[in-house]
């Protein structure tokens, strides 16, 4: 069964601070890797995907993420972050052939100081 | 507009009260799916179906029933609801798997 792990639950960084939040996955073939944002209140908007290709994946916002296989990993990036960019950020792996249903982890709560 | 819809967007019952949040999707997405939302377990899937009367469970499909009759219909029924099913419910749709899926504004259920 694959399975998602965000190890930080809350993440606080200065606006304009470069930013990474990280996200390993466990799936026993090549997943199928999405970054999700939710702003409070609000449901999830799709940042960036990675099915295949170019290991490094650009988003909306400014985000990029880069897959790599031997740390079983796919951390989200953004060199300045905006306060604007506070919200609760999810990485989901999806399955092949599995009712596409994605998997995601635990979430990281993402606060920006001023 | 493209969009996943659900009604209601808040809803406060008690325990045994029969209850259905519906979900509608104007994409003409085969695959819709029900996910709730808890506290550090980020979200998880309840059932899912992959298109006009297929419909399979989820990782907690306990205590929630579904149907799709209609593609753009993929109602959530709660026949005896529980103060364990409070949650943050959302909807989500696609096309083949796998893709992108959208994901309604969701509904903020409480049982008593």
């Known amino acids: 069964a694959q399975s998602v792990t965000q190890p930080d639950i809350h993440i606080t960084v200065s606006e304009g601070a470069s930013l990474e939040l990280r996200c390993n996955y466990s799936y026993g073939a090549t997943p199928y890797l999405f970054w999700y944002v939710q702003s409070p209140g609000q449901g999830l908007q799709l940042l960036l995907k990675y099915f295949s290709g170019d290991t490094l994946v650009q988003g909306i916002k400014g985000f990029e993420a880069e897959f790599k296989r031997s740390q079983s990993s796919f951390n989200l990036r953004k060199p300045s972050v905006h306060w604007s960019d506070a919200a609760e950020y999810f990485c989901?792996?999806?399955?092949?052939?599995?009712?596409?249903?994605?998997?995601f982890g635990g979430g990281t709560r993402l606060m920006v100081k001023p | 507009e493209a969009q996943v819809t659900q009604n209601p967007r808040y809803l406060i019952t008690v325990t045994g009260k029969k209850l259905t949040v519906t979900c509608s999707q104007n994409?003409?997405?085969?695959?819709m799916s029900w996910y709730r939302q808890d506290p550090g377990l980020g979200l998880r899937q309840i059932y899912y179906?992959?298109?006009?009367?297929?419909?399979d469970k989820g990782d907690v499909p306990e205590g929630y029933k579904v149907s799709r009759k209609e593609k753009r219909n993929f109602p959530l029924i709660l026949e005896s609801p529980s103060p364990n099913q409070t949650s943050l419910y959302f909807c989500a749709s696609s096309f083949a798997d796998p893709n992108e899926q959208f994901f309604g504004p969701g509904t903020r259920l409480t049982v008593l």
């Open positions: 994409m003409n997405h085969e695959y």
């Open positions: 989901a792996v999806g399955a092949n052939n599995a009712g596409n249903m994605l998997t």
């Open positions: 179906s992959m298109n006009v009367e297929v419909t």
